[in-house]
Structure formats: C-alpha cells, structure tokens
C-alpha cells in the first residue's frame, strides 16, 4: 500500500511551526499573583479592602486569602500593634499553576499631627475631625512682648514673654527607625513661620526633613502668624513619613490680621464731654484727627480731670471673609491715665469696621469706619502718662475663641488738666491758642498730682526754678513790659530768662491747667540781699528797677529766684510785703504796682 506524500508548501510548514512554538510559550508563562493597594503601613484599627490580580494565567482564576475568603476582594481590619508587622496572602490560582501574593504591613498606632480647630484652648481628640474643616488659627504676631520697640514678627531670636505663637502636636508611634518624615508648607508658607519653642529660640525652615536615623522629631511645635492669610484656611501643612499616602497627616490654619489702623481722641471739636480738648503742636503746628494713624502718627491728647472717656476707632482685618469679631483694648501700664477699653462687638465689611452714621461735619473724619468704644475715668487730678493698649479678641464671627493679642497700640500721650484751660488759652476749635502740647508737658509734668489751682500753682513755681533749665538774664525779656503779651515760642527755644518770663510760665501754665486767678505783679526799686536766679549762684547786690513775679490769693509765686531766712528758698504763697519783702530787700523803696494778666502770647 502506498501513502502519497502531501505535496505542503514551505512557508506554510514555518507558519504552523512558529505558532505551534509560541503557544507552547504561552502555556509555559508563569503566573503572577499580586495584591493592591501594595501598602507598607497601616493604623491600628483601620479597614481596608485588597484586590488580587494575576498575569499569566490560562484560564479562569480562584482566589484564596489568608483568614479566609475566596472572592477577587477581601476587606481586613488592621489589628493592635502586637502583630505587628502584619502578613496578608492571597493565593491565585487558574488551570495549570497557582502563585501567592504577600504583603507585610507594619501597625501604626498614631501618624498625626494636631492643632486646636475647634477653639476651645487644648488639643485634643475633638480636634481631629475638624483639623481642615474648622482648622487651627493665630494672629499675626505684631505686637511687642519684650517691649523693645520691634514687632515680635520682626525678632528673629529668643522673644522674652512671646505668648502669640499657636502650639501644634506632633505624635508617631511606633516611631520608625529609619526613613524620612518631612513637613512641607503645601500652601501659605509665607504667612507663617515655624519654631521649636513658644517663645521663638530656634527657627524650622520648611519644608523640613527629619532622618530618623539621627533627627529626634519633637513631640510639639510652634506656629508664628506673619502675614494676614487671604482666605480663612488658605494655610495648609502636611506631615509625611517616606512619600506614604497612609502614612501623612494635614491641618489647615488662618492667620488673622487686626489692626487698630486709626484711633480719634478727640472726635467732636464742639465739646469735651467725652472726648479730648482741643490742642495743638505749638503755635504753629495743629494736631490732626484722628490723632493716632498706625505707622504714620501718633498725637498726644488731652482731657479734663474726672472725666468719662470714648474714643473712635477704625478696625481693619485679614481675611475679609470675617464678618464680626469681639475686641477690648488692657491697658498693660499701671501709671496709665485711661484704664481698660470696654470690649465690644464689631461688624466688618470688605475687611473695614462699620459702625453705620457718619457726623463727618462734626469730626471731620468718614465715622461710618469708626467704633465708638468706651474707656475709664481721666484721672481725678493733673496728670501725664503714655497709655498703652494690648487689643485681645475673643470672638470670630459666632464662634468664642481664647483671647487672641492681634494688636498693641502704644505711646499714647495722655495729658489731663483740673479745668478747662482758661484765657488767654482757648478750646474753641482752630485756635493758635489752643493749648500746645509743649507747654502741657511741662505744665502737667511739673502740677503732677495736683487737683486744683492752688496746688497747681506751687508745684509750678518750684519746677519751674529747679527744672526748667534756663539761666537768667537781666535786661532781656520774652515778655511785654506792658503785659500784652508774651514770645512764647521764643521762650520755649531760648535757654535764658527773666522776672517777666518766669511770671509769664507762672501765669500761663498755670492757666493752660485750668486756673482762672494767677496774675503776674511788680515791685518797684528794690536793692536787694543775696538772692539766687534761676541758673545762677548766689549773686549778692543786685539793685532792680523792678521784680516781677507770679500772684495767687494775694501771695508771691516767684519761680526767678530763691532768697534766704533761715534756709534758702523758692518764693511759694509768701507773704508779699512781710517775710518776702524781709528776706529780698536790703533797700529801696519797694512800691508794688496793682496785679495784671499777660493777655496774649505767641
């Protein structure tokens, strides 16, 4: 029998040829099992559902997962650390092989990172769910701690009595001994800055890199609010151990900005029932209203004694999504003249306080922008002071927050008088008259304590001899012979002085504090005993043609001179033609003349 050969063409025998060879290799291929996510580290307690796949296989898959379980997925709640590290199989199997997939995790009990979002003064477990939410918040740190004249922002170093920085928690457990955890600024990095410490000793540059082969991460850090955030939240932290997604933590933070951007003491130039007097630089330059503007001026003011106060003030605050805040003012100076500004809600608008009229006409300023708040009694007696205010809020929109320091307001110089300042010193608004400051200066400086003319008068003659720091000058003056008037600019610039002008700052000073009696008086021909001018040592036999000297309830006020009785002295309430007259004249006739007022100055 003969077979008859198949006449098959060679190309076709190298086609079955390959394709018998490559599906050969494929029922060869190896099976791959692999399981996602392929995750290193999990917390104690977290649920997690694993997929397992496979490459190479032939057929349709079986699954079998370690616990049990034989669907493509399986759902596992992370143990407690003491099975830690914690193994997870499933073995995927088609028609021909089998292969196990293995991941390993190691059991976190705590990756976080805390701040207090919800306002209530600690970090806690209450923090955690709002930490992006609500976030945490901290107020620009723009006031002055350790008094230094330097905004605490603006310290690179240790600050003595920092209490602004906002406290955030750092807690890892197990901590790896090995790897990296970094801490990055994802947005708004430079409106913050980092510290170790609460009182600002050593900066953390972000983003930062801790090894933990030789880095100790602190268990706390601290947050410095340097700029006004944007937005509410536009801050945001991330804590991350090796680029892990499980392994990471985020807070959101808002960096509150509040100026006092303007205060007006003096807001109704028609009255001074509540608000400050009517004053001046000197005769040529006006204070303008409002007195204090922040980082342009700052104006002294001045008030009657025993006086209840308010003052106008203009808020500004970052983020403008605020709508109301409450704000007082603590007075962190005991020698101060105003007290405690009361605490008050405030409405903003665009990031602007709102108060609703404007009596523009009156004050001269837009009042719509400015809060009336209200501050304590002026103090019941002639004072000076520079009155400093810590401005605290505690309260975002709806939301009570423990106190906040956003602002200090300082070098206020408060002046305050016994009566409204008498002619020829005016208070009506406009005045060259109106009181200057430098004469209150000294005025208030010298009648510190006193509380009516009276007492003004006598502190005024003595400080006026001892600590004026002029040296007399017969035979020149600053001041008319005819009373009319006197150069008190001059007076003030010069360092030399006679009679005349020593009664004139008698008189006026005495007056810019509220008396009403002072006048000035001369005597004429006098040779006198040893006397010492004011700036001079004894100088024996001078021979005057006149003395002019201060005048009160009929007694001498002479700030020119101190004579001798039994010990030296300055002339204060005495008797003019007896122990004053005994202890000044050698000789001569002494004829006084009737009291008279200087009714002018300029």
């Given at each position: 029998?003969?077979?008859?050969?198949?006449?098959?063409?060679?190309?076709?025998?190298?086609?079955?040829?390959?394709?018998?060879?490559?599906?050969?290799?494929?029922?060869?291929?190896?099976?791959?099992?692999?399981?996602?996510?392929?995750?290193?580290?999990?917390?104690?307690?977290?649920?997690?559902?694993?997929?397992?796949?496979?490459?190479?296989?032939?057929?349709?898959?079986?699954?079998?997962?370690?616990?049990?379980?034989?669907?493509?997925?399986?759902?596992?709640?992370?143990?407690?650390?003491?099975?830690?590290?914690?193994?997870?199989?499933?073995?995927?199997?088609?028609?021909?092989?089998?292969?196990?997939?293995?991941?390993?995790?190691?059991?976190?009990?705590?990756?976080?990172?805390?701040i207090d979002a919800d306002y209530d003064g600690n970090i806690d477990d209450d923090d955690d769910d709002i930490e992006?939410?609500?976030?945490?918040?901290?107020?620009?740190?723009?006031?002055?701690?350790?008094?230094?004249?330097?905004?605490?922002?603006?310290?690179?170093?240790?600050?003595?009595?920092?209490?602004?920085?906002?406290?955030?928690?750092?807690?890892?457990?197990?901590?790896?001994?090995?790897?990296?955890?970094?801490?990055?600024?994802?947005?708004?990095?430079?409106?913050?800055?980092?510290?170790?410490?609460?009182?600002?000793?050593?900066?953390?540059?972000?983003?930062?890199?801790?090894?933990?082969?030789?880095?100790?991460?602190?268990?706390?850090?601290?947050?410095?609010?340097?700029?006004?955030?944007?937005?509410?939240?536009?801050?945001?932290?991330q804590l991350c151990y090796e680029n892990s997604s499980i392994l990471r933590d985020k807070i959101k933070i808002t960096?509150?900005?509040?100026?006092?951007?303007?205060?007006?003491?003096?807001?109704?130039?028609?009255?001074?029932?509540?608000?400050?007097?009517?004053?001046?630089?000197?005769?040529?330059?006006?204070?303008?209203?409002?007195?204090?503007?922040?980082?342009?001026?700052?104006?002294?003011?001045?008030?009657?004694?025993?006086?209840?106060?308010?003052?106008?003030?203009?808020?500004?605050?970052?983020?403008?999504?605020?709508?109301?805040?409450?704000?007082?003012?603590?007075?962190?100076?005991?020698?101060?003249?105003?007290?405690?500004?009361?605490?008050?809600?405030?409405?903003?608008?665009?990031?602007?306080?709102?108060?609703?009229?404007?009596?523009?006409?009156?004050?001269?300023?837009?009042?719509?922008?400015?809060?009336?708040?209200?501050?304590?009694?002026?103090?019941?007696?002639?004072?000076?002071?520079?009155d400093n205010w810590k401005w605290v809020v505690t309260k975002l929109d709806n939301t009570t927050i423990p106190d906040?320091?956003?602002?200090?307001?300082?070098?206020?110089?408060?002046?305050?008088?016994?009566?409204?300042?008498?002619?020829?010193?005016?208070?009506?608004?406009?005045?060259?008259?109106?009181?200057?400051?430098?004469?209150?200066?000294?005025?208030?400086?010298?009648?510190?304590?006193?509380?009516?003319?009276?007492?003004?008068?006598?502190?005024?003659?003595?400080?006026?001899?001892?600590?004026?720091?002029?040296?007399?000058?017969?035979?020149?003056?600053?001041?008319?012979?005819?009373?009319?008037?006197?150069?008190?600019?001059?007076?003030?610039?010069?360092?030399?002085?006679?009679?005349?002008?020593?009664?004139?700052?008698?008189?006026?000073?005495?007056?810019?504090?509220?008396?009403?009696?002072?006048?000035?008086?001369?005597?004429?021909?006098?040779?006198?005993?040893?006397?010492?001018?004011?700036?001079?040592?004894?100088?024996?036999?001078?021979?005057?043609?006149?003395?002019?000297?201060?005048?009160?309830?009929?007694?001498?006020?002479?700030?020119?001179?101190?004579?001798?009785?039994?010990?030296?002295?300055?002339?204060?309430?005495?008797?003019?033609?007896?122990?004053?007259?005994?202890?000044?004249?050698?000789?001569?006739?002494?004829?006084?003349?009737?009291?008279?007022?200087?009714?002018?100055?300029?």
């Amino acid at each position: 029998m003969f077979i008859k050969l198949l006449k098959i063409p060679l190309f076709v025998i190298i086609f079955i040829a390959i394709a018998c060879n490559l599906n050969l290799a494929l029922a060869n291929q190896d099976l791959v099992a692999s399981i996602t996510p392929n995750i290193n580290y999990a917390f104690e307690g977290q649920v997690i559902t694993f997929t397992a796949s496979a490459q190479g296989s032939e057929g349709t898959l079986s699954f079998l997962w370690s616990g049990g379980g034989t669907s493509s997925t399986k759902t596992y709640t992370i143990p407690s650390l003491n099975e830690s590290p914690y193994e997870i199989t499933c073995t995927v199997t088609d028609n021909n092989t089998s292969d196990p997939a293995t991941i390993n995790i190691t059991i976190f009990e705590d990756f976080d990172m805390d701040i207090d979002a919800d306002y209530d003064g600690n970090i806690d477990d209450d923090d955690d769910d709002i930490e992006e939410s609500s976030g945490g918040i901290v107020s620009v740190n723009q006031d002055d701690d350790n008094d230094n004249n330097t905004l605490d922002k603006n310290e690179s170093g240790t600050v003595s009595g920092e209490n602004d920085l906002e406290k955030i928690e750092l807690a890892i457990s197990p901590m790896p001994n090995a790897g990296n955890v970094v801490l990055t600024a994802i947005t708004g990095g430079s409106k913050i800055k980092i510290w170790e410490n609460a009182n600002k000793v050593t900066q953390i540059i972000l983003p930062k890199t801790w090894n933990l082969e030789n880095d100790t991460i602190p268990d706390s850090i601290y947050v410095e609010g340097v700029a006004g955030s944007s937005s509410q939240r536009d801050i945001e932290l991330q804590l991350c151990y090796e680029n892990s997604s499980i392994l990471r933590d985020k807070i959101k933070i808002t960096s509150i900005k509040v100026d006092i951007d303007k205060i007006a003491f003096n807001y109704d130039p028609a009255s001074h029932s509540h608000d400050g007097l009517n004053i001046r630089e000197n005769y040529s330059t006006a204070i303008s209203i409002p007195e204090y503007v922040k980082n342009v001026q700052n104006k002294p003011v001045a008030y009657i004694k025993n006086e209840s106060v308010k003052m106008l003030v203009r808020i500004k605050i970052e983020p403008s999504s605020f709508s109301t805040i409450k704000i007082k003012g603590i007075s962190d100076d005991s020698d101060g003249s105003l007290g405690n500004i009361t605490e008050k809600e405030v409405t903003f608008s665009n990031g602007i306080s709102q108060e609703g009229s404007d009596n523009s006409s009156t004050s001269g300023i837009d009042e719509s922008e400015y809060i009336e708040f209200s501050v304590g009694n002026t103090p019941n007696k002639v004072f000076v002071s520079v009155d400093n205010w810590k401005w605290v809020v505690t309260k975002l929109d709806n939301t009570t927050i423990p106190d906040m320091d956003v602002d200090k307001t300082t070098g206020h110089k408060i002046y305050t008088v016994f009566a409204e300042p008498h002619s020829p010193w005016v208070t009506s608004s406009g005045s060259n008259k109106n009181p200057w400051t430098n004469v209150l200066e000294y005025a208030c400086t010298w009648a510190k304590n006193a509380t009516d003319e009276s007492s003004a008068i006598s502190l005024i003659t003595s400080n006026a001899y001892t600590d004026f720091g002029r040296e007399y000058k017969g035979g020149d003056s600053h001041t008319d012979y005819f009373y009319t008037y006197c150069r008190l600019t001059e007076l003030l610039s010069h360092n030399w002085v006679d009679c005349r002008d020593m009664s004139a700052v008698v008189q006026l000073f005495t007056q810019i504090l509220g008396g009403t009696s002072v006048k000035v008086l001369r005597i004429y021909y006098i040779n006198c005993k040893p006397i010492w001018p004011i700036g001079k040592p004894e100088t024996p036999n001078i021979n005057w043609y006149y003395h002019q000297f201060g005048w009160y309830d009929n007694k001498v006020y002479d700030a020119c001179i101190k004579i001798k009785g039994s010990v030296q002295y300055i002339p204060i309430g005495d008797d003019r033609d007896g122990n004053y007259k005994s202890n000044l004249r050698l000789s001569g006739n002494w004829i006084p003349e009737s009291s008279q007022s200087i009714t002018s100055f300029h």
